[in-house]
């Protein structure tokens, strides 16, 4: 199976801050990845897809990069609520597969 | 408005069966692939299965093959998941999840419903 993997595992960070999230996938999945985020208690929602696509509604301060193997989720200025955690996920091959997650703390 | 609501779960001994449904509305079911993605309590998401608009593509976690069926109806614009031979490790929050179109990505998720597999 195709393995996702995300780094950091947590990251501490202010608001305003810049924040940057890398996932990683174990084989070139071309730009078939996904961006989550998810707040407690809630269900997952779509940021971006097709590794660089924002989905409708969702604030211009979220990007997304790469291709083959290695992708960035950046937030260009962290605001309140941003914490939460992020889930990179590729749909290039059964089965498909998220990363473990990234959590964004306030430092 | 893209509504989800998910159904059926509950606690269950291991090696019993339960069968999630997920009911869609506001938009045109049978245009779109949908799925199945579990969340293990404070762990993170994992897909389940997923099948297409017509059920001619289906696919399955390894964790799940050979015990876990996905269908629909989409006459009564439901997903279903059957669920035989329960493990402690299947005890999760179960989403149903709508694709973007034909097995892609999930831009719309239920709420969820909770599975737990116990003794």
């Known amino acids: 199976d195709l393995q996702m993997t995300q780094s950091p595992y947590t990251l501490s960070a202010s608001v305003g801050d810049r924040v940057t999230i890398t996932c990683r996938a174990s084989?070139?999945?071309?730009?078939?990845l996904a961006w989550y985020q998810q707040k407690t208690g809630k269900a997952p929602k779509l940021l971006i897809y097709?590794?660089?696509n924002l989905d409708s509604g969702v604030p211009s301060r979220f990007s997304g990069s790469g291709f083959g193997t290695e992708f960035t989720l950046t937030i260009s200025s962290l605001q309140p609520d941003d914490f939460a955690t992020y889930y990179c996920?590729?749909?290039?091959?059964?089965?498909?597969?998220f990363g473990q997650g990234t959590k964004v703390e306030i430092k | 408005e893209v509504q989800l609501v998910e159904s059926g779960g509950g606690l269950v001994q291991p090696g019993r069966s339960l069968r999630l449904s997920c009911a869609a509305s506001?938009?045109?079911?049978?245009?779109?692939?949908m799925h199945w993605v579990r969340q293990a309590p404070g762990k993170g998401l994992e897909w389940v299965s997923g099948?297409?608009?017509?059920?001619?593509?289906?696919g399955y976690a390894d964790s799940v093959k050979g015990r876990f069926t996905i269908s629909r109806d989409n006459a009564k614009n439901s997903l279903y998941l059957q669920m035989n031979s329960l493990r402690a490790e299947d005890t999760a929050l179960y989403y149903c999840?709508?694709?973007?179109?034909?097995?892609?990505?999930?831009?719309?998720w239920g709420q969820g419903t909770l599975v737990t597999v116990s003794s």
């Open positions: 999840a709508k694709d973007f179109g034909s097995l892609w990505y999930f831009n719309h």
């Open positions: 506001g938009f045109t079911f049978d245009d779109y692939a």
């Open positions: 099948i297409s608009w017509n059920s001619g593509d289906i």
């Open positions: 084989q070139s999945i071309s730009t078939w």
């Open positions: 097709k590794a660089s």
């Open positions: 996920q590729q749909y290039n091959s059964y089965p498909w597969t």
